[in-house]
């Protein structure tokens, strides 16, 4: 199994009893302050994982493809705080997100090679909404982004521009997984099941990170005004 730990990409066995993560790669151009985040992996098994300034403050985040032989490429993002990517239904846009500035970021990504061209802003969230944490896409390609701070969860259909929220009873969610099965003949998360991951910072918040769950979420959802969430431009 393939990690990341703070400086790295590293091999770990969870059958091992007693044996430590052995590093893989430890990209050198990384700052000091600097550490991994979220990470996925695309369609053709590379693992792209994000990295971020400890402190949330220099924009030193960067974002890493490492492929099958050990290869490694990085790209630079200027990001204080880069966060986990997604891609479309087509596999042939890539999203990421610049959480510390409230921005949802898109690239065009070539499936066969891993590529990226064409960096652009995709969406904007509105200060009172949080920030951009992880994010996922459905089976009808529409985007779940968990909002930090916002306590909330919106859907983005690119096609169509819609924004839909589910909101949460935790301040801050963190991530978006999307549950199965659906019942027969549906597609997307309809019926489904929608899990994610909540994180606390007070110390009187216990416990500090726990998963939350809703099931049916359809029901739940309500419209976002258009003016809440800005999308400046098509993917």
């Known amino acids: 199994m393939i990690i990341t730990l703070r400086r790295g990409y590293a091999l770990f066995d969870p059958e091992a009893t007693g044996d430590a993560p052995r590093y893989l790669h430890r990209p050198e151009a990384e700052p000091p302050g600097n550490r991994f985040n979220d990470v996925k992996c695309d369609t053709g098994g590379r693992f792209w994982g994000c990295t971020m300034d400890f402190a949330c403050e220099a924009r030193t985040g960067a974002l890493y493809c490492y492929a099958a032989g050990g290869s490694c490429v990085r790209h630079d993002m200027g990001y204080t705080v880069t966060n986990i990517p997604t891609w479309s239904r087509d596999g042939r846009t890539m999203y990421f997100n610049d959480t510390a500035r409230g921005r949802v970021n898109a ?40 909002h930090w701070g916002g306590a909330c969860v919106s859907c983005h259909d690119p096609r169509r521009g819609a924004e839909l929220g589910a909101h ?68």
Do not use: Q
């Open 107 to 146: 690239c065009n990504f070539e499936p066969e090679t891993g590529a990226l061209s064409n960096p652009r802003e995709w969406a904007a969230l509105r200060p009172r909404h949080g920030l951009p944490d992880g994010m996922t896409t459905d089976a009808a390609g529409r985007l779940w982004i968990a």
């Open 168 to 235: 949460e009873p935790h301040p801050n969610p963190a991530s978006t997984p999307l549950g199965y099965p659906r019942p027969p003949g549906r597609t997307g998360p309809e019926g489904g099941t929608l899990l994610g991951r909540h994180e606390c910072r007070s110390s009187a918040d216990r416990p500090s990170s726990a998963t939350f769950r809703r099931s049916n979420i359809s029901p739940k959802l309500t419209v976002l005004a258009k003016r809440d969430i800005d999308h400046p431009m098509p993917s």
